[in-house]
Protein backbone atom coordinates (compact mmCIF):
# COMPACT_ATOMS: atom_id res chain seq x y z
CA UNK A 1 0.00 0.00 0.00
CA UNK A 2 1.48 3.24 -1.02
CA UNK A 3 2.21 6.32 1.66
CA UNK A 4 -0.42 9.26 0.73
CA UNK A 5 0.82 11.74 -0.92
CA UNK A 6 -0.14 15.76 -0.86
CA UNK A 7 -2.73 16.47 -3.54
CA UNK A 8 -0.81 17.96 -6.66
CA UNK A 9 -2.84 21.30 -7.92
CA UNK A 10 -3.05 19.07 -11.25
CA UNK A 11 -5.18 16.30 -9.39
CA UNK A 12 -7.97 19.10 -7.87
CA UNK A 13 -10.94 19.57 -10.35
CA UNK A 14 -11.73 22.98 -9.73
CA UNK A 15 -10.66 26.29 -9.53
CA UNK A 16 -12.41 26.70 -5.41
CA UNK A 17 -9.79 23.49 -4.41
CA UNK A 18 -6.73 24.78 -6.17
CA UNK A 19 -7.45 28.31 -4.45
CA UNK A 20 -7.68 26.53 -1.36
CA UNK A 21 -4.88 24.85 -1.53
CA UNK A 22 -3.10 28.12 -2.68
CA UNK A 23 -4.80 29.38 0.72
CA UNK A 24 -3.48 27.07 2.83
CA UNK A 25 0.12 27.25 1.34
CA UNK A 26 0.03 31.35 1.72
CA UNK A 27 -0.83 30.54 5.59
CA UNK A 28 1.91 27.59 5.60
CA UNK A 29 4.24 30.56 4.64
CA UNK A 30 2.96 33.61 6.91
CA UNK A 31 3.02 30.55 10.24
CA UNK A 32 7.07 29.60 9.31
CA UNK A 33 7.91 33.26 8.54
CA UNK A 34 7.04 34.31 12.07
CA UNK A 35 7.70 31.41 14.10
CA UNK A 36 9.48 28.80 11.90
CA UNK A 37 9.21 24.67 12.38
CA UNK A 38 7.65 24.87 15.67
CA UNK A 39 4.96 27.76 14.35
CA UNK A 40 3.59 25.60 12.21
CA UNK A 41 0.83 22.98 13.80
CA UNK A 42 -1.97 21.83 11.26
CA UNK A 43 -4.77 23.36 13.31
CA UNK A 44 -3.15 26.29 13.20
CA UNK A 45 -2.46 26.40 9.68
CA UNK A 46 -6.43 25.46 9.40
CA UNK A 47 -7.63 28.53 10.94
CA UNK A 48 -5.09 30.87 8.75
CA UNK A 49 -6.53 29.08 6.12
CA UNK A 50 -10.02 29.27 7.25
CA UNK A 51 -10.49 25.53 6.48
CA UNK A 52 -11.59 22.47 8.56
CA UNK A 53 -8.96 20.65 10.00
CA UNK A 54 -10.08 17.24 7.99
CA UNK A 55 -10.05 19.28 5.27
CA UNK A 56 -6.41 20.29 5.25
CA UNK A 57 -5.45 16.69 6.11
CA UNK A 58 -6.81 15.95 2.51
CA UNK A 59 -5.10 18.04 1.33
CA UNK A 60 -1.68 17.53 3.09
CA UNK A 61 -1.38 14.03 5.15
CA UNK A 62 1.14 15.78 7.34
CA UNK A 63 3.03 18.78 8.29
CA UNK A 64 6.30 17.79 6.83
CA UNK A 65 3.48 17.26 3.84
CA UNK A 66 3.06 20.60 3.98
CA UNK A 67 6.10 22.57 4.29
CA UNK A 68 7.73 20.17 1.41
CA UNK A 69 5.19 21.57 -0.86
CA UNK A 70 5.75 24.67 0.13
CA UNK A 71 9.11 24.44 -0.68
CA UNK A 72 8.35 23.15 -3.85
CA UNK A 73 6.15 26.52 -4.35
CA UNK A 74 9.08 28.43 -3.16
CA UNK A 75 11.46 27.05 -5.95
CA UNK A 76 8.71 27.05 -8.37
CA UNK A 77 8.95 30.62 -7.90
CA UNK A 78 12.50 31.18 -8.06
CA UNK A 79 12.71 29.02 -11.19
CA UNK A 80 9.91 32.01 -12.79
CA UNK A 81 12.46 34.34 -11.83
CA UNK A 82 15.27 32.85 -13.51
CA UNK A 83 13.59 32.24 -16.85
CA UNK A 84 12.56 36.02 -16.78
CA UNK A 85 15.77 37.24 -15.75
CA UNK A 86 18.39 35.13 -17.49
CA UNK A 87 21.37 34.10 -15.29
CA UNK A 88 24.55 36.10 -16.15
CA UNK A 89 27.99 34.65 -16.26
CA UNK A 90 30.20 33.36 -19.04
CA UNK A 91 31.21 30.21 -17.22
CA UNK A 92 29.03 27.45 -16.01
CA UNK A 93 30.69 27.69 -12.55
CA UNK A 94 29.91 31.26 -12.90
CA UNK A 95 26.06 30.51 -13.85
CA UNK A 96 25.18 27.98 -11.18
CA UNK A 97 26.96 30.41 -8.41
CA UNK A 98 24.76 33.67 -9.81
CA UNK A 99 21.98 30.96 -9.26
CA UNK A 100 22.95 29.60 -5.73
CA UNK A 101 23.57 33.08 -4.76
CA UNK A 102 20.49 34.93 -5.74
CA UNK A 103 18.32 31.49 -4.27
CA UNK A 104 20.49 31.65 -1.15
CA UNK A 105 20.44 35.27 -0.33
CA UNK A 106 16.25 35.05 -0.82
CA UNK A 107 16.47 32.55 1.83
CA UNK A 108 18.20 33.80 4.07
CA UNK A 109 16.27 37.32 4.06
CA UNK A 110 13.51 35.15 5.52
CA UNK A 111 15.28 33.27 8.47
CA UNK A 112 12.56 31.73 9.99
CA UNK A 113 10.59 30.61 6.50
CA UNK A 114 14.07 28.86 5.79
CA UNK A 115 14.25 27.25 9.00
CA UNK A 116 11.29 25.42 8.45
CA UNK A 117 11.59 24.61 4.88
CA UNK A 118 14.73 23.48 5.42
CA UNK A 119 14.16 21.27 8.33
CA UNK A 120 10.99 19.80 6.74
CA UNK A 121 13.32 18.47 3.86
CA UNK A 122 15.40 17.40 6.47
CA UNK A 123 12.96 15.12 8.32
CA UNK A 124 11.02 14.32 5.27
CA UNK A 125 10.78 10.57 5.02
CA UNK A 126 9.54 7.86 2.18
CA UNK A 127 5.75 9.04 2.89
CA UNK A 128 6.66 12.42 1.59
CA UNK A 129 9.25 10.40 -1.63
CA UNK A 130 6.88 12.02 -4.60
CA UNK A 131 6.95 15.58 -3.04
CA UNK A 132 11.04 15.42 -2.25
CA UNK A 133 11.53 14.26 -5.68
CA UNK A 134 9.20 17.52 -7.25
CA UNK A 135 12.18 19.56 -4.89
CA UNK A 136 14.91 17.52 -6.03
CA UNK A 137 13.47 17.96 -9.77
CA UNK A 138 13.18 21.66 -9.73
CA UNK A 139 16.41 22.16 -7.84
CA UNK A 140 18.23 19.65 -11.21
CA UNK A 141 16.62 21.69 -13.68
CA UNK A 142 17.64 25.28 -12.04
CA UNK A 143 21.27 24.60 -12.34
CA UNK A 144 21.13 22.60 -15.37
CA UNK A 145 19.63 25.62 -16.84
CA UNK A 146 22.57 27.73 -15.75
CA UNK A 147 25.52 25.23 -16.68
CA UNK A 148 23.76 24.42 -20.51
CA UNK A 149 21.87 27.66 -20.90
CA UNK A 150 19.86 27.37 -23.61
CA UNK A 151 19.75 23.41 -24.18
CA UNK A 152 16.98 21.73 -23.57
CA UNK A 153 18.71 18.00 -23.75
CA UNK A 154 21.02 17.38 -21.12
CA UNK A 155 23.77 14.67 -20.40
CA UNK A 156 23.04 11.96 -17.21
CA UNK A 157 26.55 13.65 -16.19
CA UNK A 158 25.42 17.10 -16.45
CA UNK A 159 22.29 16.04 -13.72
CA UNK A 160 24.82 13.81 -11.69
CA UNK A 161 26.69 17.57 -11.14
CA UNK A 162 23.58 19.16 -9.92
CA UNK A 163 22.42 16.79 -7.87
CA UNK A 164 25.67 16.82 -5.96
CA UNK A 165 25.59 20.81 -6.40
CA UNK A 166 22.03 20.43 -4.91
CA UNK A 167 23.63 18.08 -1.98
CA UNK A 168 26.49 20.85 -1.08
CA UNK A 169 23.87 23.25 -0.98
CA UNK A 170 21.23 21.67 1.33
CA UNK A 171 24.07 20.49 4.02
CA UNK A 172 25.46 24.29 3.70
CA UNK A 173 21.77 25.61 4.64
CA UNK A 174 21.25 23.20 7.31
CA UNK A 175 24.58 24.61 8.95
CA UNK A 176 23.62 27.83 8.58
CA UNK A 177 19.86 27.19 9.80
CA UNK A 178 21.60 25.61 13.03
CA UNK A 179 23.95 28.32 13.40
CA UNK A 180 26.76 26.38 12.87
CA UNK A 181 27.96 28.74 10.15
CA UNK A 182 27.80 32.94 9.34
CA UNK A 183 25.33 33.44 5.69
CA UNK A 184 29.13 34.81 4.63
CA UNK A 185 30.26 31.17 5.62
CA UNK A 186 27.57 29.30 3.86
CA UNK A 187 28.29 31.63 0.94
CA UNK A 188 32.21 31.25 0.66
CA UNK A 189 31.57 27.19 1.03
CA UNK A 190 29.14 26.63 -1.40
CA UNK A 191 31.06 28.84 -3.97
CA UNK A 192 34.46 27.01 -2.89
CA UNK A 193 32.45 24.20 -3.82
CA UNK A 194 31.03 24.58 -6.99
CA UNK A 195 34.61 25.60 -8.25
CA UNK A 196 36.01 22.56 -7.30
CA UNK A 197 33.75 20.34 -9.17
CA UNK A 198 34.16 22.72 -12.22
CA UNK A 199 37.93 22.79 -12.24
Not at 150 to 157: A, I, N, Q
Request: hydrophobic share 45%; with cysteine.
Amino acid sequence: MSSPSALTTDELGSAAQRERRERILDATIVLASKGGFDAVQMRGVAEQADVALGTLYRYFPSKIHLLVTALTREFQRVEDTLIARPVEGDTASARVINVLRRTTRGLQGDPNLTEALTRSFMFADKSVAHEIHTVGMLMTRMFTRAMRPGVDEVSDDDIAVARVICDVWLSALVAWVTGRSTAEETAAHMEHAVRLIFR
